[in-house]
């Protein structure tokens, strides 16, 4: 029998939760941050390193793998799973992100979205039917309610018809998802930074009935304040007995108030795009290996990390292949990152689990404010 899908909160601290995600591919330990293989991969990793980071669940975009290799294409290769070799859970975004936000043309109807791919100009509609349809063929374990994201800033009655639209698109992903043991799906709570519209977006999405809830319309440039601010209260608004994922954040500071906020799961392009641009991001700030400095200096990105760029490199060797534009600094840098921010997770969980989570964000905040690594 296929194992269903679950969600178990073990230990709370204040208003984060420590818990546990099932899935028939395995447990989601959480607070969780999800790596992004936007197009079937992590860029710079095979998925034996994203696990070896401690990675549960990997994040793959629908609009991405519609245009190229095809859903089609790939349920005939057997799903996206044994397609980019990776054996646990996967969560799919419904693609209406990436419809309003990477494409030119494009045409938003009740029934749903008509638009230009990027890649070629060829035209497409995503609907919730279609999203759904998609997201099946590529075998997604936790899939996402096609929903439209509000643009920041928006008036309130741009807000309200747009997030309204959304909830109606919920109830036909949900009719659309039909039965499918051993599969989730996600509603997504929108209304921008009004209260009232998130608290009716709540409702509409608990009357629906969801296995799990997002907050979405979020880290789209509101600013962190007024993203906390929104995330003092709208978690709460969602099931206590079911996982709640910020979706597209963060930066880690993001993360430690997010969780300290109720909220469980997490997804960020971040440390996988600031891998490739030289980025290592560090328990005490970022540091930038393009930057002269490091031309000479023998010491390691992180002495407390244990990643592998950490233990077997120095900053000169990473400063040298990132200038030479070889493909090993976006390699190395990148598994630092992932690293990292699975370290900091645990670390979060750790905490919840004892009882200190307060104790833990201020140390995390004491050690940034410091200065990063390369001032030392």
């Not at 995600?21 to 095979?46: E, H, N, S, Y």
């Not at 400095?293 to 990105?301: G, N, Q, V, Y």
């Not at 534009?325 to 919840?352: C, D, P």
């Amino acid at each position: 029998m296929t194992k269903l899908f679950g969600y178990k909160v073990a230990a709370t601290d204040g208003k984060a939760r420590r818990g546990v995600v099932r899935t028939a591919r395995g447990d989601i330990q959480t607070p969780a941050f999800m790596p992004v293989g936007t197009a079937a991969t992590v860029k710079g990793m095979l998925p034996e390193n994203v696990a070896a980071t401690g990675a549960d669940i990997l994040l793959g975009n629908t609009y991405h793998l519609m245009l190229r290799p095809g859903a089609e294409r790939m349920a005939r290769l057997g799903g996206l799973h044994r397609f980019m070799n990776w054996a646990g859970p996967i969560l799919t975004d419904s693609g209406g992100f990436q419809v309003m936000s990477l494409t030119g043309l494009r045409k938003l109807t009740e029934k749903g979205v008509t638009f230009k791919s990027h890649v070629d100009g060829s035209a497409h509609f995503l609907s919730p039917e279609s999203s759904m349809e998609i997201q099946a063929m590529l075998g997604s374990d936790i899939v996402m309610a096609f929903d439209e994201c509000t643009p920041f800033p928006a008036s309130r009655e741009v807000s309200l018809e747009s997030m309204q639209r959304s909830m109606r698109w919920a109830q036909r992903s949900k009719d659309a998802f039909g039965k499918r043991p051993g599969h989730a799906l996600f509603g997504i709570q929108q209304g921008s930074v009004f209260a009232d519209q998130r608290e009716e977006s709540a409702a509409a999405l608990k009357g629906i009935d969801f296995d799990g809830y997002a907050i979405g319309g979020l880290a789209v440039g509101e600013g962190q304040e007024m993203m906390f601010d929104v995330l003092d209260y709208a978690p709460g608004m969602l099931p206590e007995d079911k996982p709640r994922y910020l979706m597209g954040v963060g930066k880690p500071d993001d993360i430690v108030g997010a969780v300290m906020r109720g909220v469980d799961m997490f997804d960020c392009v971040l440390p996988s795009r600031s891998g490739r641009n030289g980025q290592a991001l560090t328990r005490m700030g970022a540091v930038n290996i393009k930057n002269a400095r490091h031309r000479d200096d023998p010491r390691p990105l992180d002495p407390e990390c244990a990643c592998p760029a950490c233990t077997g490199y120095s900053r000169a060797y990473l400063h040298h292949v990132f200038k030479a534009n070889e493909i090993i600094s976006s390699m190395l840098m990148t598994w630092h990152n992932l690293h990292y921010y699975q370290e900091l997770m645990a670390g979060l969980r750790g905490a919840i689990e004892s009882g200190s989570l307060s104790a833990f964000a201020a140390s995390f905040h004491a050690r940034r404010e410091k200065g990063d690594l390369e001032a030392l």
